[in-house]
């Protein structure tokens, strides 16, 4: 679960030209407006991201508004993302920097596109038909049967969720060269491939095709983007071609439509991006995985630079994330940052993306 709210620590105080009632608070590198005098340099708050929806209680009430969400917004010339709150809002107790309060507080993450899981539901796979005078024994069932698995993202492979620039600005010290690839605003897919051995001589190993969303795994074929682009690339079939002798291979990648976050890419039909191919030792290097997409017909995200290197600043970050699609004449929403052995990877999203796409 992302930690939307956490004991963090106020580590600079920057007054806003012509306002005497607020200032700019940093939080790692979160820019935040709060009370003037309300908190000091090197005090603790607990800080609440953007994307949270916090209760609706009484003490949130001013925030009733917006949904009680939290937004990226912008006021007297300045950006603020986030929230500050002092300890009190807590139950009494102790708590250090870093704590995640998230659920203490009740807080949820607001996405729109956000799946809604079925619990209990069950997926399986097609069962190959085989001899009628084997199939009545057990053993020989058990062997050769799918096993029903419940409808849930597969627990060997991680879901596609990016750790913002803001709250790891520890990176930047890591001088070494990075892929830049664009940040697309769509829906994450994954599509993966597993083998099951067989057991029985003279009998293929079986392959399980499966299809998820961000955030579980979908179920029979149906008109969705993500069974849709699966058709469209044939992804089954490009993965049966990756795979080779591993146990398993996944891909993940965004999927746009004309039904998704606003269509700003102007598309007729649903389409994908690759920005990561797994195997079971790891991610594979971006440029490798963007040469092999592009071997079985699957495209790849963008890829803005290969030899990037952080600057000293979280801002400085930022802006470089500003400017123009590759997709189409939109504002992008971001850029992603991998190391080249695919190993650490970090997203700066480009707050005025935010200010004028999040509604």
């Not at 937004?71 to 986030?82: C, D, L």
């Not at 079925?118 to 009628?132: C, D, I, L």
């Not at 579980?216 to 795979?243: P, T």
């Not at 699957?298 to 803005?304: A, C, D, G, T």
Request: aromatic share 10%.
């Amino acid at each position: 679960m992302r930690k939307l709210a956490s004991i963090k620590a106020i580590s600079d105080i920057i007054p806003i030209e012509g306002k005497d009632r607020i200032v700019l608070a940093m939080v790692d590198g979160w820019s935040v407006i709060v009370k003037k005098d309300e908190f000091k340099i090197g005090d603790k708050c607990v800080y609440v991201e953007i994307d949270s929806v916090l209760p609706a209680k009484p003490e949130f009430e001013f925030l009733s508004k917006n949904n009680y969400r939290i937004k990226t917004m912008k006021m007297a010339g300045v950006i603020s993302q986030g929230i500050c709150f002092p300890l009190s809002i807590l139950p009494e107790g102790e708590y250090k920097l870093e704590d995640d309060v998230t659920e203490i507080i009740g807080i949820k993450q607001y996405e729109k596109t956000m799946d809604k899981e079925t619990e209990g539901s069950e997926v399986s796979t097609k069962a190959k038909k085989y001899p009628k005078f084997l199939m009545r024994f057990k053993w020989f069932r058990k062997l050769v049967l799918p096993k029903k698995q419940k409808k849930g993202f597969p627990d060997f492979i991680s879901k596609t969720d990016e750790t913002r620039i803001q709250n790891m600005p520890f990176i930047l010290n890591d001088k070494r060269e990075w892929i830049v690839t664009e940040k697309i605003d769509g829906q994450s897919g994954t599509f993966c491939l597993v083998r099951h051995k067989s057991r029985i001589p003279l009998i293929k190993d079986k392959f399980e095709y499966i299809v998820c969303s961000r955030n579980l795994r979908l179920g029979a074929k149906d008109n969705s983007s993500y069974w849709r682009v699966s058709d469209k690339y044939q992804i089954e079939n490009a993965l049966k071609n990756m795979i080779g002798d591993r146990d398993w291979i996944a891909l993940q990648g965004e999927c746009i439509a004309s039904n998704v976050q606003g269509n700003k890419y102007k598309v007729t039909e649903p389409d994908l991006y690759i920005f990561n191919l797994i195997y079971p030792t790891g991610r594979m290097n971006s440029l490798t995985a963007q040469s092999i997409c592009n071997q079985h017909g699957l495209k790849f995200v963008p890829i803005i630079a290969t030899d990037y290197v952080l600057p000293d600043t979280v801002n400085e970050v930022l802006d470089y994330a500003h400017g123009q699609s590759q997709l189409h004449e939109t504002l992008r929403e971001g850029l992603v940052f991998r190391s080249k052995d695919g190993k650490q990877s970090f997203k700066a999203v480009d707050p005025l993306f935010l200010l004028k796409h999040d509604e």
